[in-house]
């Protein structure tokens, strides 16, 4: 099964509104030939277009291999909410890693927020960014847990962003009747995440980095150098990068047993009108539920719906992508029961066990990171950035990543989706109890 083109034509955007409201680079040609570089970065998104940068800022001759066009991938299809922290919140860390680590996740989670927002000011793009992250309870029984989170953040991590909102204030903030409370971050924002791709690559274009689209690593070789293969071209390099998140295919099949692709949709509706698309976001938040299978949701700037929501763990989409998008979207706003959906899509991104990013050292000279979970914007862009400062011999900051317990999935690649699937079925179920 292959992950690139079982749902997509290679090197054409899906029907996205990201791909209706950005203009793209011009295409880069296709490696071609024995090509040399210091180092091979495979995948264009923001893993690897960071990587790329970061890369070569500090002196290194790039070459970076895309298989389709830039953000063809998870990066130019999410739902833009750039979140602070990890994916995993900070007390189930504290359980899972100790307090001090904790502590320095927390920070680099911090970082790599201020990394996008100071990439997309270096780039000069127009990336739509908007303050505040809201997360939203529809159960009463999860305030008392997101009114403790809240505090802890405030006390124990001095974090002055982030506010607890009761019932009434999230239902001022939110015109969905069921919420019962919920916590903003203003620390967080999202933006628009196909202009941020082109934004990253803009700036390593412009900085020197050798991109090659519609060039797909077909496998590498490691060793002293390594060497890459495409249908056409031969890349040696000292060092080896990839950011393939949930595409990885099985290239290495470390990553496959801890990295595990699914799927997740998002519609964007026709333009509401200022006044109804307020009624729905009153402050322009982006809002991610407390449902299992999350329900995601912002206004883009010309008042429209982006929404997230609905999963699938088989590789294929399903083939209505709006009807699996709309009953979510109703079950949160009824009142958009007439509101036409005028894009939607799905898209594939890499999950963990433990739902912490899988960063690992493939070999000496190959780095990897991938399994960010659905927080990949801003975690994606500063793992890029972790594994530039590895290869330029300071790893600190990667090894600690790498030392995050991201087990293998139970089953093996080959069983392991019958199992998910059973086990998130059941955990959706639970969210409709
Ligand atoms: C629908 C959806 C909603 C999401 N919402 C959010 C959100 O709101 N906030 C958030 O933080 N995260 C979100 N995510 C997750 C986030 O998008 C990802 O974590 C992030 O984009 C990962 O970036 P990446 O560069 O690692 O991977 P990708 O963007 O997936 O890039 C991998 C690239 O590698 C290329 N490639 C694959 N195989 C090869 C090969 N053999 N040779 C060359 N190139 C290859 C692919 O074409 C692709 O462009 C969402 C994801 C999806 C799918």
Known sequence: MDILTINDRPGVY??????????????????????????????????????????????????????SRLGFGASGRNGGQVG????????????????????????????????????????GEDCQITPGILHADHRARFVPETRAWVD?????????????????????????????AGALDLGGFHLHPLRYVFALAKLARDEGVRIHEMSRMVDFTPGDPVRIRTD????????????????????????????????????????????????????????????????????????????????????????????????????????????RIDH???????????????????????LSASGFSGHGVAMGSLAGKLMAEAVAGQAGRFDLMAKLPTGPFPGGPLLRSPLLVAAMLWYALRDRL
């Open 84 to 123: 602070t922290g990890q994916r995993v919140a900070q007390p189930e860390l504290e359980q899972m890693v100790g307090l001090e680590t904790a502590r320095s996740l927390w920070q680099i989670g911090l970082e790599s927020v201020d990394l996008v927002r100071q990439l997309v000011g270096q780039s």
């Open 232 to 339: 056409r071209a031969v890349v040696t390099a000292d060092h080896l990068v990839l950011g393939l998140n949930g595409y990885h295919n099985n290239l290495a099949p470390q990553l496959a047993r801890r990295v595990m692709p699914i799927n997740n949709f998002i519609a964007v509706t026709e333009p509401l009108g200022e006044a109804r698309a307020r009624s729905l976001i009153a402050n322009d938040y982006a809002v991610g539920d407390s449902r299992f299978v999350i329900n995601y949701y912002r206004l883009s700037r010309d008042h429209r719906m982006i929404f997230g929501g609905g999963e699938s763990y088989g590789y294929r989409f399903p083939s209505d992508l709006a009807a699996k998008v709309r009953g979510p979207m109703l079950e949160v706003f009824p009142q958009l029961k007439d509101a």
């Open 14 to 67: 899906p029907d996205s509104y990201y791909a209706a409201t950005a203009s793209a680079p011009a295409p880069f040609p296709e490696a071609e030939g024995e090509i040399r570089a210091d180092v091979c970065v495979v995948g264009g998104g923001f893993t690897g277009l960071s990587a790329a940068l970061h890369l070569r800022r500090s002196g290194f001759d790039v070459v970076l291999l895309e298989a």
């Open 344 to 366: 939607a899509w799905g898209g594939t991104l890499g999950i963990t066990m433990s739902r912490l990013p899988h960063v690992e050292r493939l070999a000496g000279n190959v």
């Open 152 to 180: 802890h953040m405030q006390q124990t991590y001095a974090y002055d962003h982030i506010r607890f909102l009761d019932r009434d204030e999230i239902r001022a903030e939110v015109g969905s009747p069921g919420y019962h």
